[in-house]
């Protein structure tokens, strides 16, 4: 018979559980908070954020995991909060007011409660993270800034976004002697998994996965992308709210109350 050497190999096949291993690993390690941001900011709020850093500097005694959150905004509907983010907010605030105008006092509601997935504090900072599983395309353009800009306003995860960032900076105003936005507030990170878990592998080398192992990870293989000088990794969409807006509403409404570390 043909020798060992001679006998071609059988085809490689991807593995998504290997795949998901090395796709959270590179969300963890991925030097996003403090980079670039994936919208129009009050840069002001952010001045000395220092260096970009990864998930894996962040001590366990620093993060808040499934935090939950109560916003009661008495009296608050879609047209008075499209009224303070016209007012209030700039660029990619204002952007999202149409979509802001059609939501329903009803759909509101479901903004008001709920957890927040994950909350760290680094160099004096706190930031909001959100994990988003939502498959936007199988291209590394389908997760850079002007894509996710689309799904976090068709989603309404900017109003979300904005109500996590309120607790917040409430929270903190009640257990952080001396808490002040600008010197203590990082901003939020919107974590779309199926492009921020991109990356060069040994899985993406192989064969594309089929329709029916491509169902068990969250990961199938997208070619690796290096964001340019100053912007996000692919899939991070960062953002810093305007003091002013923040402000604004915490002036309008009730006090919402969050969870406990």
């Known amino acids: 018979g043909p020798s060992r050497a001679g006998r071609a190999e059988p085809p490689a096949v991807w593995d998504p559980v290997q795949a998901t291993a090395e796709a959270v690993a590179r969300v963890l390690r991925a030097p996003a908070l403090g980079s670039g941001r994936g919208g129009s900011l009050d840069q002001a709020a952010v001045a000395g954020a220092g260096a970009p850093f990864a998930l894996t500097a962040v001590e366990r005694g620093q993060r808040l995991v499934e935090w939950q959150f109560w916003a009661p905004l008495r009296g608050a509907d879609p047209h008075r909060l499209a009224d303070l983010f016209a007012r209030h907010g700039a660029g990619r ?6 979509q802001l105008a ?7 509601e479901g903004f008001l409660t709920g957890f927040v997935d994950l909350i ?3 160099a004096g900072r706190w930031w909001i993270l959100d994990w988003k599983s939502n498959d936007l395309g199988h291209r590394p353009e389908d997760y850079r800034p002007e894509a996710l800009a689309d799904s976090m306003a068709h989603h309404h995860y900017v109003l ?3 109500l996590y960032c309120l607790a917040l900076h409430r929270f903190l105003g009640r257990r952080l002697a001396g808490d002040d936005y600008d010197r203590h ?8 998994l199926r492009g921020a878990g991109a990356g060069p592998t040994a899985s993406s080398s192989l064969r594309a996965p089929t329709a029916a192992s491509e169902q068990l990870s969250l990961f199938a293989p997208l070619p690796a992308e290096t964001p340019a000088s100053g912007a996000p990794p692919l899939g991070w969409w960062i ?6 807006l ?5 002036h ?8 406990s570390p």
């Open 160 to 162: 979300q976004a904005q």
């Open 93 to 98: 605030w204002t952007d999202y007011l149409p």
């Open 185 to 192: 507030f990082g901003g939020f990170a919107y974590v779309f």
């Open 239 to 244: 953002e810093t709210p305007p003091r002013r």
């Open 252 to 259: 309008s409404w009730a006090e919402p109350s969050g969870g």
């Open 102 to 108: 059609q939501l329903a006092p009803a759909q509101l």
């Open 246 to 250: 923040v402000e604004a509403l915490d």
């Open 120 to 122: 760290v504090e680094h």
